[in-house]
């Protein structure tokens, strides 16, 4: 799950990276100004719509998920049509531009953000159900929650984030963690065919059996590497409704600390119908809060016994509450406000490959109790279950088979004032769990403060996906701050 925007309930959920290339926002050259732009390719309106800043609608699409990464692009092309996406790629590598390719705009880092050119392939909305095969094909510039409605008519849902704004495109290629994850895996397993315009404009269909090392790939390998994702073939299946559930803690340290060492042995080995998240965050007065939520496919009986785990150990400060909702309505329940929100954030990440010791999980609560309640939130998506059904090398994503959950350090605030202040909290936190932690991170949650993001997101798999950039784009037209390099890092 990717990008908590709602850390009072849930909170992660969609992509950071967008389907391609995006320079390192920190360090962006000055903005080209329009007049200094080679001339526009000759498209027709039905094909894009060229926003530059004195256009009326260019605020319209501006905002970026993350405040902090919000740049303005001298041109931004919204491309309605796969033939729009190749003619801009010709045309911004032939004019030697820098540029970046937006879709749901929500990279923590600002890797989909450029001051000269942003592909934008909002435009790309088309979505079609075939409920006979139970495959969606769906354009690059949709949205999950545009996905979800779309299926739900039929019947039908799909294993994703719960952000609603997030884009299919950069959720998908990062892997793709949501509530249905160890039920159905991660979203990229479901990929059965992308269309990706490459280097050199060509439109090339990866699957299985065409173009198999650039489909395997795109299912883990993080948006901006390869080339510009114009459409998905998705799995999907039928799913009518799913239970959720929460349940609250406000716990001293030592109590903190043994009931996470409960969920730790619980959660990633649970039956793989329930997929459970625990956010633990400063409470005050030296307390910590505790709050498990998730969804089950499973039977509601089943779920509460599962959840005794827990509730038996610690007796709860609000009770455990479980709903039978349906498929759209789950995703609902947990995607807080539909509409796009833009906030102030920084987030890190930790994959926990053997379960944290008394020492590591004590270290986790020394840290978090002194902060103010909302400094923080440390969301712990559960792994296991059918994410692990995939061997680790099958797919780009690395973190399968022993992969105990994901800890994600979240902070958002509403004054700039105090950026510098939420940023060092979330550092300190970060570094408090340093000794306990193997060095591997979640693409989907890119962050620039790493020494070797390459290694830390990709791990083993990392020089097959150097030789797939070596393959498909020799001269590193998509390239950002992050993107999967040409040769592997000397570290």
């Not at 790309?124 to 095969?133: G, P, R």
């Not at 998730?294 to 016994?305: D, F, I, K, N, P």
């Not at 909290?425 to 403060?449: E, I, K, T, W």
Request: glycine share 8%.
């Amino acid at each position: 799950m990717e990008h908590p925007q709602r850390v009072d309930e849930l909170s992660p959920s969609g992509t950071p990276q967008s389907a391609a290339a995006a320079p390192l926002a920190a360090a962006a050259p000055p903005a080209v100004a329009a007049t200094s732009l080679p001339p526009l390719p000759n498209l027709p309106a039905s094909d894009v719509q060229f926003l530059r800043p004195q256009d009326p609608h260019y605020a319209d699409l501006l905002p970026a998920a993350n405040k902090l990464t919000q740049l303005a692009p001298a041109l931004r092309a919204v491309c309605k049509t796969e033939h729009a996406v190749a003619v801009m790629v010709d045309w911004v590598r032939s004019n030697g531009l820098n540029f970046a390719v937006r879709c749901g705009g929500h990279s923590y880092e600002g890797l989909s953000q450029s001051t000269d050119v942003a592909i934008d392939v909002r435009g790309l909305q088309q979505i079609t159900v075939d409920k006979a095969s139970n495959i969606v094909t769906a354009g690059s510039g949709v949205s999950l929650f545009e996905l979800y409605s779309a299926l739900a008519a039929q019947g039908l849902a799909l294993q994703a984030g719960s952000c609603p704004t997030v884009g299919i495109s950069g959720h998908l290629t990062g892997g793709g963690h949501g509530l249905l994850a160890r039920s159905h895996g991660l979203t990229c397993d479901g990929l059965q065919q992308a269309t990706i315009v490459d280097a050199q404009a060509r439109t090339l269909q990866a699957d299985a059996s065409s173009e198999p090392d650039l489909y395997w790939a795109c299912r883990g390998g993080g948006g901006g590497s390869f080339g510009i994702a114009t459409e998905f073939r998705i799995s999907v299946f039928p799913l009518k409704t799913a239970l959720v559930f929460g349940v609250s803690w406000t716990l001293s340290r030592a109590h903190a600390a043994q009931l996470f060492a409960a969920w730790q042995d619980w959660a990633p080995n649970a039956p793989s119908d329930i997929t459970s998240i625990m956010k633990v965050g400063p409470a005050g007065n030296g307390l910590i809060s505790m709050r498990c939520i998730g969804q089950s496919v499973g039977s509601e009986s089943a779920l509460r016994t599962e959840l005794k785990h827990l509730t038996s150990l610690q007796a709860p400060s609000s009770a455990l509450t479980v709903r039978s909702l349906g498929f759209l309505d789950a995703i609902k329940h947990f995607a807080g406000p539909l509409d796009y929100e833009s906030i102030l954030m920084k987030a890190k990440s930790d994959y926990v490959l053997t379960p944290l010791p008394a020492s590591g999980i004590a270290a986790m609560m020394a840290a978090v109790a002194p902060l103010a309640p909302g400094a923080i939130a440390l969301l712990c998506d559960s792994y296991g279950g059918k994410i692990a059904d995939v061997a680790a090398d099958a797919t780009a994503f690395p973190r399968r088979a022993g992969t105990q959950y994901c800890i994600q350090y979240f902070s958002s605030w509403s004054r700039a004032a105090d950026t510098a202040t939420h940023r060092a909290q979330v550092a300190r936190v970060y570094a408090a769990m340093r000794p306990f932690m193997p060095g591997a991170s979640y693409v989907n949650y890119c962050d620039l403060d790493l020494d070797d993001y390459a290694t830390a997101y990709w791990g083993d798999n990392l020089g097959r996906l150097v030789a797939v950039k070596q393959q498909y784009d020799p001269d590193d037209l998509f390239h950002h701050a992050q993107s999967v390099p040409l040769s592997v890092p000397d570290v």
